[in-house]
């Protein structure tokens, strides 16, 4: 049989009932839920993905309205986009809530469109989306733009601080230098008390400024290994006559705690802020909990950390005051009863430590501090020897000093003349180049500031180094630390922070030249 010459058939055309049968498992099996209402709000159709989002039945949800399933506060919202769509025949797309059998409530986003018969608008149809995970994502990554903006301003003001520290740290060296030298100089008592005030109140403003460095993370921190229970112990009884007798304090260790490298003294000062914080906000008194506990991953990047809880019954904090909590200065207290430096301090020491500190509490529910910092696994060290009171050691070496601010330099010239050594002074670094090199004989120290205009004390002293080898150096800053840092000074290093006393000066300057510490 030969081939055929007829055309093959034309495939034949769909049928209404394959379409419909199509149209019916695409809107069973859709993934989202998929309905249909009349224009009074009552559901007419609904799939499973319709029945699982909400948790009821289908028989359930056709006895139902838009207003069994959606909260209150949406209703105004739905009536007015149908009256709009009525009117311009629009699709439309927005978000809302649906309210589950079990009455939790789920976030969607619903795209609806008028169903027509004859050309005449007789239902709605929808989908509804659930956006939970949407959601969630955008409010972590709002939290996470909150987070940095507070980090950025926080860091901008701790860089202030740290400015207006190093500013007051070089007038307070000469108050304070100079002040010492003329107490020993008066033989009048009268005098010699009047003095003592000064210095006080030089003292005082010294710790204001110790404040502000902390807060900026430009303070020098002492670290040892730390036993934190026995640290809280031993401070519990001066917190116990600082609270008052109408705060109770308790204190709490679970377990065996793991060592930490923190400074003791700065340690014991943001206990102590945060203990005078809890009691400020219980004016009619309360309790206060110290719970110290170890975390397996509790400090930066997961490794295991101590934690110290500090938890009052106090009056607590909004949100607006929780935000602005450790910015220097801010305060809810009256005029004339806080600094605003407290909590400041605590945020400043714990992040210098390498730690970090969160903080829980509603209004009227009381507020829980939690301290976290990384545990070590070095042994105990034992505590530095204090100062002896002997008299200031006297030298005959010379020494170049390069200072900028001129009150600095004249005190620590004229501390260093009455100690016996020849001294050349410089107001840059320049200047003191200058110097060096029209002597005979190198010198045998330089003292010297890290941030001066023309260039650094490291800058100044390797240009002396590459003449003199065998020229020693003591560094001097306002800024604390963060200077050496900043500056790419070893840890090693002769440092002398500002303000210092005529003997602390006298005393660094001797153990450099003899090789005595770094």
């Given at each position: 049989m030969g081939a055929s010459n007829q055309p093959d058939p034309s495939p034949s055309p769909v049928t209404l009932s394959q379409s419909e049968e199509r149209y019916r498992d695409y809107f069973e099996n859709a993934k989202d839920a998929i309905y249909v209402h009349d224009l009074n709000g009552r559901y007419t159709m609904v799939n499973k993905a319709g029945e699982q989002l909400i948790g009821y039945t289908r028989?359930?949800?056709?006895?139902?309205?838009?207003?069994?399933?959606?909260?209150?506060?949406?209703?105004?919202?739905?009536?007015?986009?149908?009256?709009?769509?009525?009117?311009?025949?629009?699709?439309?797309?927005?978000?809302?809530?649906?309210?589950?059998?079990?009455?939790?409530?789920?976030?969607?986003?619903?795209?609806?469109?008028?169903?027509?018969?004859?050309?005449?608008?007789?239902?709605?149809?929808g989908s509804a989306r659930d956006i939970s995970e949407r959601k969630r994502a955008e409010q972590a990554l709002r939290a996470s733009q909150l987070q940095l903006q507070q980090s950025q301003k926080l860091e901008a003001i701790g860089q202030l601080a740290g400015g207006v520290a190093h500013d007051f740290n070089n007038m307070l060296t000469a108050i304070i230098g100079y002040t010492d030298l003329l107490s020993d100089d008066l033989r009048s008592p009268e005098h010699r008390t009047d003095v003592a005030e000064i210095r006080k109140a030089a003292d005082r403003a010294a710790a204001l400024t110790r404040q502000l460095l902390a807060f900026s993370r430009r303070q020098v921190l002492q670290p040892s290994v730390v036993d934190l229970a026995a640290l809280v112990d031993g401070v519990a009884p001066m917190l116990r006559r600082l609270i008052g007798e109408d705060v109770e304090l308790s204190t709490r260790v679970k377990g065996r705690l793991r060592r930490v490298r923190v400074d003791?003294?700065?340690?014991?000062?943001?206990?102590?802020?945060?203990?005078?914080?809890?009691?400020?906000?219980?004016?009619k008194g309360g309790s206060v909990s110290i719970e110290l506990a170890n975390a397996e991953r509790g400090a930066p990047g997961g490794a295991p950390a101590v934690e110290m809880a500090v938890t009052d019954s106090g009056t607590g904090m909004d949100p607006h005051t929780l935000k602005h909590l450790f910015e220097p200065f801010f305060t809810t207290k009256p005029l004339g009863k806080g600094t605003g430096l407290g909590l400041a301090t605590v945020y400043g020491i714990v992040k210098q430590s390498g730690g970090h500190i969160r903080v829980v509490s509603q209004p009227d529910r009381g507020a829980t501090f939690t301290v976290v910092v990384p545990a070590t696994t070095d042994g105990i060290e034992e505590a530095a020897a204090p100062e002896t009171a002997a008299p200031a050691p006297q030298g005959h070496e010379t020494i170049l000093l390069a200072e900028d601010e001129p009150a600095v330099r004249s005190f620590t010239r004229s501390v260093l003349t009455r100690c016996g050594y020849r001294v050349l002074d410089a107001e840059d670094a320049t200047t003191a180049l200058r110097l060096v090199k029209g002597l005979e004989r190198p010198v045998d120290l330089v003292v010297t500031d890290v941030v001066m205009p023309d260039a650094s004390g490291p800058d100044l002293f390797a240009e002396i180094a590459g003449l003199y080898p065998e020229s020693r150096v003591l560094y001097m800053s306002g800024y604390p630390g963060d200077a050496m840092v900043i500056r790419g000074l070893d840890e090693g290093v002769a440092f002398l922070a500002k303000p210092f006393t005529a003997d602390r000066l006298a005393r660094r300057v001797r153990g450099v030249l003899d090789g005595v510490g770094p």
């Open positions: 028989e359930e949800i056709l006895q139902m309205r838009i207003s069994d399933v959606v909260p209150r506060r949406y209703l105004d919202q739905i009536h007015d986009r149908l009256k709009k769509k009525l009117a311009d025949h629009s699709p439309t797309i927005y978000e809302v809530e649906a309210i589950r059998k079990d009455g939790t409530r789920v976030p969607v986003e619903v795209s609806s469109r008028l169903i027509y018969e004859n050309g005449v608008p007789v239902a709605v149809q003791p003294n700065q340690f014991e000062q943001v206990l102590l802020n945060l203990v005078v914080n809890a009691r400020d906000a219980m004016p």
